[in-house]
């Protein structure tokens, strides 16, 4: 590529095609390579975001497959199949509130559509979410000594591996807690000053830890995996809640990727 130079549609029609038959074949990881290759020839295009997003899926990718769906439905809010693939990721992040707006926009595109629907009714079918129900595990992992855990991690120096190997046990339960909260509605979070306020001291606690021990964090804890996924979540959506988010989520997913003596598929 160069500036300039407008891509060959006959490339990215190309990759498009070997990235069907890829997962015809069944090689989803060579899918996502074909396809990375076609958005690169043209950006600009929702279809190749949407089979992505699609792939993303079938790998039980969720937090991929949703930033894929929200580039789809952003270059084209018309495409009521992004909208059913955003509402799908976010359904599987546990966001029920989130996937069922997504389903509404999507009908809002295509009314007709019955895969929308159905969707849509069975996420309606949930329990709806409320913010006594967000605060309950706040409240909870209270009991569990979370302020004792905030206290630690606004010193650097007692946030280290032998902190974590001789606490492991109530920092997983705690971080269990914590990583939960972290899959929160954005549609509740962003109507409450107060989850907001919650969200963003939970986001801090967490990054801290993983930033101060990374190695023993990510081997010790069998929670790990989940608060770097919440750790994810937080990246992307909090922006919304102030700029501090992002960046203590961001420090602490760089520092855990560069430690050597990390777990290899978290840093990964």
């Known amino acids: 590529l160069y500036p300039g130079r407008r891509p060959s549609p006959e490339a990215v029609e190309q990759a498009r095609a070997l990235a069907q038959e890829s997962q015809l074949r069944g090689e989803p990881d060579d899918a996502l390579r074909l396809l990375g290759e076609a958005i690169l020839l043209s950006p600009p295009d929702p279809s190749l975001y949407l089979s992505r997003t699609q792939v993303h899926a079938q790998l ?8 894929d769906a929200e580039i789809c439905v952003s270059l084209d809010a018309h495409c009521a199949a992004g909208w059913l693939a955003k509402g799908q990721a976010e359904r599987a992040l546990g966001r029920a509130a989130d996937a069922a707006l ?9 009314p007709a559509n019955a895969e ?21 595990d706040l409240v909870f992992a209270a009991r569990l000594g979370l302020e004792n855990l905030f206290r630690t991690v606004e010193d650097p120096d007692k946030t280290t591996d032998a902190f974590v190997a001789s606490n492991s046990e109530t920092l997983d339960a705690q971080l269990g807690l ?3 909260t972290l899959r929160v509605n954005a549609t509740v979070l962003l109507e409450s000053p107060l989850l ?6 939970i986001v801090y606690a967490c990054a801290q830890l993983v930033a101060g021990a990374p190695a023993a964090f990510s081997t010790l804890l069998r929670n790990a995996p989940n608060v770097v996924e919440g750790l994810s979540l ?12 992002p960046k203590l989520a961001a420090n602490a997913l760089v520092v855990l ?3 050597p003596a990390a777990d290899d598929q978290l840093r990964r």
Not at 122 to 128: D, G, K, M, T
Not at 234 to 245: N, P
């Open 196 to 201: 907001c306020d919650a969200y963003e001291q």
């Open 102 to 110: 997504s389903y509404q926009a999507g009908l809002r595109a295509d």
């Open 234 to 245: 937080a990246l992307r959506l909090g922006w919304h809640v102030h700029h501090s988010v």
């Open 116 to 136: 929308l629907q159905a969707q849509l009714a069975a996420v309606r079918a949930e329990p709806p979410p409320n913010l006594l129900r967000q605060l309950r």
């Open 60 to 67: 039980r990718q969720p937090l991929d497959a949703l930033d």
């Open 257 to 259: 990727a560069m430690c």
């Open 178 to 180: 914590l990583a939960q």
